[in-house]
T-cell receptor, first 117, second 110 residues
Framework: GAVVSQHPSWVICKSGTSVKIECRSLDFQATTMFWYRQFPKQSLMLMATSNEGSKATYEQGVEKDKFLINHASLTLSTLTVTSAHPEDSSFYIC?????????????FGDGTRLSIL | SQQGEEDPQALSIQEGENATMNCSYKTSINNLQWYRQNSGRGLVHLILIRSNEREKHSGRLRVTLDTSKKSSSLLITASRAADTASYFCACGSGNNRLAFGKGNQVVVIP
Protein backbone atom coordinates (compact mmCIF):
# COMPACT_ATOMS: atom_id res chain seq x y z
CA GLY A 1 0.00 0.00 0.00
CA ALA A 2 0.84 3.72 0.08
CA VAL A 3 1.92 4.05 -3.52
CA VAL A 4 2.78 7.43 -5.00
CA SER A 5 3.03 7.82 -8.74
CA GLN A 6 5.01 10.68 -10.26
CA HIS A 7 4.98 11.61 -13.95
CA PRO A 8 6.84 12.17 -16.11
CA SER A 9 10.00 10.43 -14.99
CA TRP A 10 12.22 12.28 -17.45
CA VAL A 11 11.79 15.56 -19.29
CA ILE A 12 14.14 17.24 -21.72
CA CYS A 13 12.99 20.56 -23.12
CA LYS A 14 14.14 23.89 -24.44
CA SER A 15 14.78 26.92 -22.32
CA GLY A 16 11.63 28.99 -21.81
CA THR A 17 9.28 26.01 -21.79
CA SER A 18 6.93 25.39 -18.88
CA VAL A 19 6.91 21.88 -17.49
CA LYS A 20 4.21 20.25 -15.40
CA ILE A 21 4.96 17.35 -13.05
CA GLU A 22 2.16 15.30 -11.53
CA CYS A 23 2.16 13.51 -8.22
CA ARG A 24 -0.64 11.09 -7.40
CA SER A 25 -1.31 9.00 -4.33
CA LEU A 26 -2.84 5.84 -5.78
CA ASP A 27 -4.26 3.99 -2.81
CA PHE A 28 -4.63 6.55 -0.06
CA GLN A 29 -5.78 10.09 0.47
CA ALA A 30 -2.86 12.37 1.11
CA THR A 31 -3.56 15.20 3.50
CA THR A 32 -0.19 16.72 2.70
CA MET A 33 2.10 16.52 -0.29
CA PHE A 34 5.68 17.74 -0.42
CA TRP A 35 7.87 18.81 -3.31
CA TYR A 36 11.63 18.40 -3.07
CA ARG A 37 14.57 19.18 -5.27
CA GLN A 38 17.70 17.08 -5.17
CA PHE A 39 21.10 17.82 -6.69
CA PRO A 40 23.53 14.98 -7.48
CA LYS A 41 24.84 13.22 -4.39
CA GLN A 42 23.08 15.69 -2.11
CA SER A 43 20.18 15.64 0.26
CA LEU A 44 16.60 16.59 -0.46
CA MET A 45 15.79 20.27 -0.37
CA LEU A 46 12.17 20.94 0.57
CA MET A 47 10.62 23.38 -1.87
CA ALA A 48 7.04 23.56 -0.67
CA THR A 49 4.34 21.86 1.34
CA SER A 50 0.96 21.43 -0.25
CA ASN A 51 -2.37 20.78 1.45
CA GLU A 52 -5.51 19.92 -0.50
CA GLY A 53 -7.68 22.93 -1.21
CA SER A 54 -5.30 25.51 0.18
CA LYS A 55 -2.32 27.46 -1.07
CA ALA A 56 1.06 25.81 -0.89
CA THR A 57 3.57 26.91 1.70
CA TYR A 58 6.89 27.68 0.07
CA GLU A 59 10.28 27.45 1.72
CA GLN A 60 12.43 30.53 1.98
CA GLY A 61 14.22 31.25 -1.26
CA VAL A 62 11.82 29.29 -3.47
CA GLU A 63 10.06 31.49 -6.02
CA LYS A 64 6.35 30.78 -5.89
CA ASP A 65 5.79 32.36 -9.31
CA LYS A 66 8.46 30.14 -10.77
CA PHE A 67 7.32 26.90 -9.17
CA LEU A 68 3.54 26.78 -9.25
CA ILE A 69 1.93 24.16 -7.06
CA ASN A 70 -1.66 23.07 -7.29
CA HIS A 71 -3.20 20.53 -4.92
CA ALA A 72 -6.67 20.11 -6.38
CA SER A 73 -7.65 16.88 -4.66
CA LEU A 74 -6.55 14.54 -1.91
CA THR A 75 -4.81 12.38 -4.47
CA LEU A 76 -3.21 14.83 -6.89
CA SER A 77 -0.67 17.62 -6.64
CA THR A 78 1.09 19.25 -9.56
CA LEU A 79 4.28 21.26 -9.80
CA THR A 80 4.70 23.52 -12.81
CA VAL A 81 8.14 24.92 -13.52
CA THR A 82 7.35 28.05 -15.49
CA SER A 83 9.66 29.39 -18.16
CA ALA A 84 12.31 26.85 -17.24
CA HIS A 85 15.98 27.68 -17.68
CA PRO A 86 19.11 25.49 -17.51
CA GLU A 87 19.61 26.32 -13.83
CA ASP A 88 16.24 24.68 -13.12
CA SER A 89 17.63 21.36 -14.30
CA SER A 90 17.44 18.99 -11.37
CA PHE A 91 15.78 15.91 -9.89
CA TYR A 92 12.35 16.79 -8.49
CA ILE A 93 10.68 14.39 -6.07
CA CYS A 94 7.23 14.50 -4.54
CA UNK A 95 6.02 12.76 -1.44
CA UNK A 96 2.70 12.33 0.30
CA UNK A 97 1.59 11.62 3.80
CA UNK A 98 -1.67 11.17 5.65
CA UNK A 99 -2.28 12.21 9.18
CA UNK A 100 0.00 14.69 10.84
CA UNK A 101 2.81 15.29 8.37
CA UNK A 102 6.17 15.00 10.11
CA UNK A 103 4.73 12.42 12.52
CA UNK A 104 4.05 9.84 9.83
CA UNK A 105 6.16 8.26 7.10
CA UNK A 106 6.29 10.05 3.79
CA UNK A 107 5.65 8.05 0.66
CA PHE A 108 7.71 9.12 -2.30
CA GLY A 109 7.24 9.14 -6.03
CA ASP A 110 10.09 7.96 -8.22
CA GLY A 111 11.15 11.47 -9.12
CA THR A 112 11.33 13.50 -12.31
CA ARG A 113 14.65 14.31 -13.91
CA LEU A 114 14.31 17.67 -15.61
CA SER A 115 16.91 18.74 -18.15
CA ILE A 116 16.60 22.18 -19.71
CA LEU A 117 18.68 22.79 -22.83
CA SER B 1 19.43 23.32 12.61
CA GLN B 2 17.14 20.34 12.93
CA GLN B 3 18.70 18.57 10.01
CA GLY B 4 20.12 15.13 10.64
CA GLU B 5 23.73 14.43 9.81
CA GLU B 6 24.75 10.92 8.86
CA ASP B 7 28.08 9.36 9.67
CA PRO B 8 29.96 7.82 7.91
CA GLN B 9 28.90 9.43 4.68
CA ALA B 10 30.26 6.62 2.51
CA LEU B 11 30.60 2.98 3.42
CA SER B 12 31.83 0.04 1.38
CA ILE B 13 31.41 -3.48 2.75
CA GLN B 14 31.45 -7.10 1.64
CA GLU B 15 28.21 -8.96 1.19
CA GLY B 16 27.24 -10.71 4.40
CA GLU B 17 28.82 -8.10 6.65
CA ASN B 18 26.85 -5.74 8.83
CA ALA B 19 26.58 -2.07 7.97
CA THR B 20 26.15 0.56 10.65
CA MET B 21 25.50 4.21 10.10
CA ASN B 22 24.79 7.00 12.55
CA CYS B 23 22.70 10.12 12.50
CA SER B 24 23.04 13.12 14.80
CA TYR B 25 20.64 16.00 15.17
CA LYS B 26 20.55 19.23 17.08
CA THR B 27 17.13 19.96 18.56
CA SER B 28 14.28 17.98 20.08
CA ILE B 29 12.30 15.61 17.87
CA ASN B 30 9.00 13.72 17.90
CA ASN B 31 10.38 10.93 15.77
CA LEU B 32 13.29 9.97 13.59
CA GLN B 33 12.89 8.14 10.31
CA TRP B 34 15.25 6.29 8.01
CA TYR B 35 14.83 6.13 4.25
CA ARG B 36 16.65 4.35 1.42
CA GLN B 37 17.19 5.78 -2.03
CA ASN B 38 18.37 3.75 -4.97
CA SER B 39 20.20 5.68 -7.64
CA GLY B 40 17.85 7.85 -9.68
CA ARG B 41 14.78 6.79 -7.75
CA GLY B 42 12.55 8.16 -5.02
CA LEU B 43 13.00 7.41 -1.33
CA VAL B 44 11.59 4.37 0.37
CA HIS B 45 10.57 4.58 4.01
CA LEU B 46 12.37 1.99 6.13
CA ILE B 47 11.53 2.59 9.74
CA LEU B 48 10.17 5.23 12.12
CA ILE B 49 11.21 5.42 15.74
CA ARG B 50 9.42 7.74 18.14
CA SER B 51 11.16 9.85 20.74
CA ASN B 52 9.96 7.61 23.58
CA GLU B 53 11.37 4.49 21.94
CA ARG B 54 14.95 3.30 22.23
CA GLU B 55 15.16 0.48 19.71
CA LYS B 56 13.15 -0.86 16.84
CA HIS B 57 13.55 -3.80 14.48
CA SER B 58 12.25 -4.51 11.01
CA GLY B 59 13.59 -7.60 9.27
CA ARG B 60 17.35 -7.16 8.93
CA LEU B 61 17.16 -3.55 10.11
CA ARG B 62 17.75 -2.38 13.64
CA VAL B 63 17.39 1.25 14.64
CA THR B 64 18.35 2.78 17.95
CA LEU B 65 17.60 6.22 19.28
CA ASP B 66 19.41 8.02 22.09
CA THR B 67 17.63 11.30 22.73
CA SER B 68 20.14 12.30 25.42
CA LYS B 69 22.91 12.19 22.81
CA LYS B 70 20.62 13.34 20.01
CA SER B 71 21.71 10.45 17.86
CA SER B 72 20.34 7.41 16.07
CA SER B 73 21.92 4.43 14.40
CA LEU B 74 20.79 2.15 11.61
CA LEU B 75 22.20 -1.36 11.46
CA ILE B 76 21.74 -3.55 8.42
CA THR B 77 22.63 -7.13 9.24
CA ALA B 78 23.87 -9.72 6.75
CA SER B 79 24.05 -7.17 3.96
CA ARG B 80 23.18 -8.04 0.38
CA ALA B 81 24.21 -6.47 -2.91
CA ALA B 82 20.63 -5.19 -3.20
CA ASP B 83 21.21 -3.08 -0.07
CA THR B 84 23.52 -0.82 -2.12
CA ALA B 85 21.85 2.58 -1.89
CA SER B 86 21.92 5.93 -0.14
CA TYR B 87 20.41 6.00 3.32
CA PHE B 88 18.93 9.15 4.83
CA CYS B 89 17.79 9.94 8.31
CA ALA B 90 14.99 12.47 8.72
CA CYS B 91 13.82 14.27 11.83
CA GLY B 92 10.15 14.90 12.54
CA SER B 93 9.57 17.62 15.09
CA GLY B 94 5.88 18.40 14.78
CA ASN B 95 6.22 21.28 12.32
CA ASN B 96 4.49 19.48 9.45
CA ARG B 97 7.69 18.44 7.70
CA LEU B 98 10.76 16.25 7.86
CA ALA B 99 14.32 17.54 7.91
CA PHE B 100 16.56 15.20 5.94
CA GLY B 101 20.23 14.55 6.53
CA LYS B 102 22.84 14.60 3.78
CA GLY B 103 22.71 10.88 3.23
CA ASN B 104 25.03 7.94 3.59
CA GLN B 105 26.14 6.04 0.51
CA VAL B 106 26.46 2.30 1.13
CA VAL B 107 28.06 -0.04 -1.38
CA VAL B 108 27.77 -3.78 -0.77
CA ILE B 109 30.32 -5.73 -2.78
CA PRO B 110 29.11 -9.16 -3.89
Amino acid sequence: GAVVSQHPSWVICKSGTSVKIECRSLDFQATTMFWYRQFPKQSLMLMATSNEGSKATYEQGVEKDKFLINHASLTLSTLTVTSAHPEDSSFYICSASFGAAGDQPQHFGDGTRLSIL
Amino acid sequence: SQQGEEDPQALSIQEGENATMNCSYKTSINNLQWYRQNSGRGLVHLILIRSNEREKHSGRLRVTLDTSKKSSSLLITASRAADTASYFCACGSGNNRLAFGKGNQVVVIP
